[in-house]
């Protein structure tokens, strides 16, 4: 077996609790969709932070250019970040993912203040730290972003990429976009921007940034056992922490919306 699949086989259980997780069940109705959309556009902020750290260690982007040390790994990183950071929206336009998600929460009604004053407070030269204490965030949100910097901070390029593989929006399940898909026929296509971000992330993470991201792993661990050490660990915090966000929002939606769950998908 080789180190990445043992490295899969080792977290399959913490990857089942999170696409099994109680939080879809709870997303039956439009109100508790917007809960989930206000605290999860953080981890979508995140994310590109992820990236764009791995762009940082594994190209060039300084002047002078010099090679980078993998070429192969330079063109992984760069191919997702040209979809990430620059795909096209439902209208044509180049968008990043970000974007994408934002302009779908303003469709849907969601409440985006906290992470429009979040990202204008970096804006005007605070730290993503010192931003956080600007903003009303839930505190298993900041936990989940302060983990994603801890990982970033500790500039080892394999627990990055790890957290980037395994840690990531692969882990909106497809009955998720069932669910979406549902409660926008209910709401007239007021969701109509979120399913496009669904339906973007399920072809490419599906087709082709998910195997990308495997093989950046494998090339960068090689054959190192500390490197698929540190691999594991940072995968399996990541995934700890995601777990405790989804809790968390799970435990929101509920007091919020206080209503029974049941989901009816056929």
Request: with cysteine.
């Amino acid at each position: 077996m080789s180190n990445f699949r043992k490295l899969q086989t080792s977290l399959s259980d913490l990857r089942d609790e999170l696409i099994n997780h109680r939080l879809y069940d709870r997303l039956h109705t439009q109100d508790a969709l917007l809960v989930f959309m206000e605290h999860h556009v953080f981890a979508v902020w995140d994310f590109m932070s992820l990236l764009k750290s791995l762009q940082q260690k594994l190209t060039c982007i300084e002047v002078p250019w010099r090679p980078s040390a993998s070429s192969s790994a330079c063109r992984l990183i760069n191919e997702i970040v040209l979809a990430e950071e620059s795909d096209i929206s439902a209208d044509g336009e180049c968008a990043s993912h970000f974007e994408l998600y934002h302009n779908a929460m303003k469709h849907a009604g969601a409440n985006a203040e906290p992470i429009e004053k979040f990202l204008g407070a970096i804006e005007k030269g605070a730290s993503w730290h010192e931003a956080m204490q600007t903003t009303s965030i839930s505190h298993y949100v900041k936990d989940f972003v302060e983990t994603t910097f801890d990982i970033i901070n500790s500039k080892d390029v394999c627990r990055i990429a790890s957290a980037f593989t395994f840690g990531r929006e692969d882990l909106l399940p497809e009955v998720f976009a069932q669910i979406v898909d549902r409660l926008n026929v209910e709401s007239s296509g007021t969701l109509d921007a979120f399913e496009y971000y669904l339906q973007r992330h399920i072809e490419l993470d599906g087709e082709r940034h998910g195997a990308m991201a495997q093989r950046l792993v494998e090339e960068l661990c090689g054959e190192d056992e500390g490197s698929w050490r540190a691999a594991e660990e940072s995968a399996v915090r990541s995934l700890q922490v995601r777990k405790r966000m989804w809790d968390g929002i799970a435990d929101e939606i509920e007091t919020k919306t206080a209503q029974p769950f049941f989901l009816g998908l056929s």
